[in-house]
């Protein structure tokens, strides 16, 4: 129904930037709330950020509070998140995932996912 396709991962220097983005086709004329998810190897994902329909309510998990901001452009049908002084534990797949209805910080509600860009950050 809907496919998400994320871009913009690659490898950085701690300290520096990377934005994603966030691809949306199918049917993307509901009202999605949107996350970001990442999962480092030998680990279980991890909440990153949320975002709602509007994108006037955004949230964000301590560990990337104040350095990543998630925006979105629904005209554009896509979503980013935009990365600041990374960190080498940011290093992980990062993943969008889109759900009907308002934002949530678990994995198990969202409907759909992309298949995940890399963000590998160096000391």
């Known amino acids: 129904q809907v496919q998400l396709v994320e871009s913009g991962g690659g490898l950085v220097q701690a300290g520096g930037s990377l934005r994603l983005s966030c691809a949306a086709s199918g049917r993307t004329n509901s009202r999605y709330a949107m996350g970001w998810f990442r999962q480092a190897p030998g680990k279980e994902r991890e909440y990153v950020a949320a975002?709602?329909?509007?994108?006037?309510?955004?949230y964000y998990a301590d560990s990337v509070k104040g350095r990543f901001t998630a925006s979105r452009d629904n005209a554009k049908n896509t979503v980013y998140l935009q990365m600041n002084s990374l960190k080498p534990e940011d290093t992980a797949v990062y993943y969008c995932?889109?759900?009907?209805?308002?934002?949530?910080?678990?994995?198990?509600?969202?409907?759909?996912w992309g298949q995940g860009t890399q963000v590998t950050v160096s000391s």
């Open positions: 975002i709602s329909w509007t994108g006037v309510s955004t």
């Open positions: 995932a889109a759900k009907l209805g308002g934002t949530s910080n678990y994995f198990n509600e969202y409907d759909y």
